[in-house]
């Protein structure tokens, strides 16, 4: 059974960086896609990167200037580095995995999702 869970969240000022982390545990965590996707009450998933078992990276179009993706196999875990962040980036963050080697935007393409980290971004 795969489990993820997400860690790093938490209340910055706008402009400021924050680095998320996504730790697999259950199964072999270099053969699976990994991304993150964010959430408001008030929007429908978000995707922002993916990144492949072969380190491909695929990013949202509006936040592949401020936010990285990266993946640590020996540790299982995957990161989100978040910079210039502002009061829109305000959301719960979560990692999802699938099986199949391409990275994808869609959530129903991913077949594990973790609980989530929540980030405020305040002024």
């Known amino acids: 059974q795969v489990q993820l869970v997400e860690s790093g969240g938490g209340t910055v000022q706008a402009g400021a960086s924050l680095k998320l982390s996504c730790k697999l545990s259950?199964?072999?965590?270099?053969?699976?896609?990994m991304a993150w996707f964010r959430q408001t009450p008030d929007t429908k998933r978000e995707f922002i990167a993916a990144?492949?078992?072969?380190?491909?990276?695929h990013y949202s179009d509006s936040l592949k200037d401020r936010f990285a993706i990266s993946r640590d196999n020996p540790e299982s875990t995957m990161y989100l580095q978040m910079n210039s962040l502002n009061t829109e980036d305000t959301a719960t963050y979560y990692c999802?995995?699938?099986?199949?080697?391409?990275?994808?935007?869609?959530?129903?393409?991913?077949?594990?999702w973790g609980r989530g980290t929540h980030v405020t971004v305040s002024t």
């Open positions: 990144i492949a078992d072969t380190a491909t990276t």
């Open positions: 259950g199964r072999s965590f270099s053969t699976y896609t």
């Open positions: 999802a995995a699938k099986r199949d080697g391409w990275t994808s935007s869609a959530p129903d393409d991913y077949n594990y």
